[in-house]
């Protein structure tokens, strides 16, 4: 049975966690949500560090269930964990730490191979260093392979760069995509970085209190008006999109996608290599038509789905649906009076910027 089956209640101390979800059985589920809502105990009931009552499943595999008497320990459970610091050996090198690793596990039941975990993480030029000689995104990507040499069913990432500064974040995030391009090991992610999320996640659960407010697709949670994810300065949707062509006079890409097409500044990509883009609510504007002169060169045709309170009150949401495509607008609600916008209306989504994210 494909996909992970996780129910977990355990008392705290200023709430409890409660929580039935069904996820994806492969790519990067994001837990996401304020500090103090559960997401880091969620993760050790899963790897059954903390002892909730419920059921663990992963892909056909029952670690825990409550009404038939089992409950894997930890060290049975076939899981990986990289927690926020790297904690590595310190008396051992990038080598023999990744070796501890893949000692834990039978040569007849190891998935990943030690080459493929090394060249995976870029960790070649850093095997005979010694922890103290690695920067901390260093550090961080040896914690990881370490983890993947375990041939985990599940790879749990608790807040992974959380300790790292902004330079070694962008140096270890194109190593996470890489992770969630070329393995099909699933893997639940924690974090607070909505970044983080955009650029990683394919599948985001909402935590508040210790209960699941929204769990969906990532591209759908984020369109949604009814969740307070819409109401942060950073909202934003995902746009899939394929390299459509390159523009050599001008220096632009054109990214072609359901609702139409973008253009960026000039992208070393190749013509039909798949795109992530951000699309940020406060770069969207709207227009009644499309043959008013402008500056902004990214124009959809797009319908109004509906409206929303924005978190300042000069302020509204909308939601824009571009041939399927949605899209987020803020806007103010002078503006929105002043062009008599109603939901059903079809105008026109002027798009700012746009961010390539992966």
């Known amino acids: 049975m494909s996909g ?35 997401k880091t105990t969620l993760l050790r009931c899963v790897a059954g560090l903390a002892r909730a009552a419920g059921r663990v499943e992963v892909n056909g595999e029952l670690w825990q ?8 320990p930890t060290h049975k459970r076939a899981l990986g964990y990289v927690f926020q610091e790297a904690s590595l050996f310190a008396h051992l090198s990038v080598r023999d730490n990744l070796a501890f690793g893949q000692k834990r596990i039978a040569p007849a039941e190891r998935r990943v191979s030690h080459d493929a975990a090394v060249e995976l993480l870029g960790l070649g030029h850093l095997l005979d260093r010694s922890p103290e000689r690695l920067s901390g995104g260093e550090r961080q990507r040896v914690a990881i392979a370490r983890a993947l040499l375990t041939s985990p069913r599940l790879l749990l990432m608790d807040e992974p760069l959380a300790a790292l500064d902004a330079a070694r974040k962008q140096e270890i995030l194109p190593y996470l995509e890489r992770l969630h391009d070329e393995l099909a090991i699933p893997v639940i992610y924690v974090s607070h970085s909505m970044d983080e999320v ?7 659960v909402l935590l508040e209190q210790g209960r699941v407010r929204a769990s969906g697709p990532c591209r759908e949670l984020l369109a949604r008006l009814d969740l307070p994810i819409a109401l942060d300065e950073e909202a934003a949707v995902l746009v899939d999109t394929t390299v459509a ?8 890409t054109r990214l072609a996608f359901a609702g139409g097409s973008i253009q960026v500044t000039r992208k070393a990509l190749a013509v039909g290599a798949p795109a992530r883009l951000k ?10 038509a499309a043959d008013n002169p402008s500056s902004i060169v990214n124009r959809l045709p797009a319908r109004i789905c509906g409206f929303a309170p924005a ?13 399927g495509t949605p899209l987020l607008a803020r806007i103010t609600r002078l503006s929105k009076d002043q062009l008599g916008l109603v939901e059903g209306m079809d105008v026109v989504a002027q798009i700012k910027s746009v961010a390539l994210v992966g």
């Open 279 to 288: 699309i940020q609510a406060r770069d969207v504007s709207i227009a009644l």
């Open 245 to 252: 062509a390159h523009d050599e006079a001008y220096q632009l």
């Open 4 to 38: 992970l089956s996780i129910r977990a209640r355990l008392p705290l101390a200023d709430f409890a966690l409660d929580v039935d979800l069904a996820l994806p059985g492969r790519g990067v589920t994001a837990l996401f949500g304020a500090s103090g809502s559960g």
């Open 311 to 323: 978190a300042h009150p000069a302020q509204c949401l909308v939601r824009l649906d571009a041939a």
């Open 198 to 204: 955009l650029r990683l996640a394919d599948h985001l």
């Open 65 to 72: 269930d409550d009404a038939r008497r089992i409950c894997l």
